[in-house]
Every structure is written in structure tokens, then in C-alpha cells.
């Protein structure tokens, strides 16, 4: 199995919805019952050959677009059975999937040099 980073980022749409929610005197994401239920069943609804290790999130983080992402880390066979969680958070949480090395960096990081 290959270990691999997920870089977390709160879908555009999802963070505008929260936002506008919050404006009208409603909850906020982390209340959103719609988001409770995805975090709370990911790690059961996962497919059998993909392993949750852990998951974090930078001190301060919302759910609302900014440029600190949470991390999620997973050991899979193939990149590939990593949909499935793509396909779990759709439309709430974007998530970019790297390989895990001791030299893996933020995508914008490693993007900038």
C-alpha cells in the first residue's frame, strides 16, 4: 500500500452557501447537519481497500475558502480508490491527492519552486 496526502480545501460553492447562511443569522458549517453526516460515516463508508490514519486541520481553521488546508492521510493500492472519498465530500470539501514522501509539500508550494 502507498500512503498518500490529501490537501483539504472547502469547495467555492459550499463556502459561499456557509457564508450566506451565517449572514442570515444561521449556522455555520461546522454545524451544517449535511456535513456532520459526511464526516461522521467517511471513515465506515470507505472502500475496503483504502485505510484512514488521520486527519488535520491548521489552528483557526472554517469552513469557508482560505489558504491553509486541512490534511487528510490514507494508505490506498492505487491512486485511483481515492474517488472515493472525493466522491463522499463532493461539493462540500475539495481534495488533492499527493503521494506521501518525505519531500510532499503543499500544492502551492511545490507549485511556486
Same mark, same amino acid.
Given at each position: 500500500?502507498?500512503?498518500?496526502?490529501?490537501?483539504? #480545501?472547502?469547495? /467555492?460553492?459550499?463556502? %459561499?452557501?456557509? =457564508?450566506?447562511?451565517?449572514?442570515?443569522?444561521?449556522?455555520?458549517?461546522? +454545524? !451544517?447537519?449535511?456535513?456532520?453526516?459526511?464526516?461522521?460515516?467517511?471513515?465506515?463508508?470507505?472502500?475496503?481497500?483504502?485505510?484512514?490514519?488521520? #486527519?488535520?486541520? /491548521?489552528?483557526?481553521? %472554517?469552513?469557508? =475558502?482560505?489558504?491553509?488546508?486541512?490534511?487528510?492521510?490514507?494508505?490506498? +493500492? !492505487?491512486?485511483?480508490?481515492?474517488?472515493?472519498?472525493?466522491?463522499?465530500?463532493?461539493?462540500?470539501?475539495?481534495?488533492?491527492?499527493?503521494?506521501? #514522501?518525505?519531500?510532499?509539500?503543499?500544492?502551492?508550494?511545490? =507549485?511556486?519552486?
Amino acid at each position: 500500500m502507498a500512503t498518500y496526502m490529501g490537501f483539504i #480545501t472547502v469547495h /467555492p460553492d459550499y463556502a %459561499t452557501e456557509t =457564508a450566506a447562511r451565517q449572514r442570515e443569522g444561521g449556522h455555520a458549517a461546522h +454545524e !451544517d447537519e449535511r456535513m456532520i453526516q459526511r464526516m461522521s460515516t467517511m471513515v465506515d463508508e470507505l472502500p475496503s481497500f483504502v485505510k484512514f490514519i488521520v #486527519t488535520y486541520s /491548521p489552528v483557526g481553521f %472554517t469552513f469557508s =475558502a482560505g489558504p491553509d488546508p486541512s490534511v487528510m492521510i490514507v494508505e490506498a +493500492e !492505487d491512486a485511483r480508490e481515492l474517488l472515493a472519498v472525493n466522491r463522499h465530500y463532493g461539493g462540500f470539501l475539495d481534495i488533492r491527492w499527493v503521494p506521501a #514522501t518525505a519531500r510532499t509539500a503543499h500544492p502551492a508550494a511545490a =507549485a511556486a519552486g
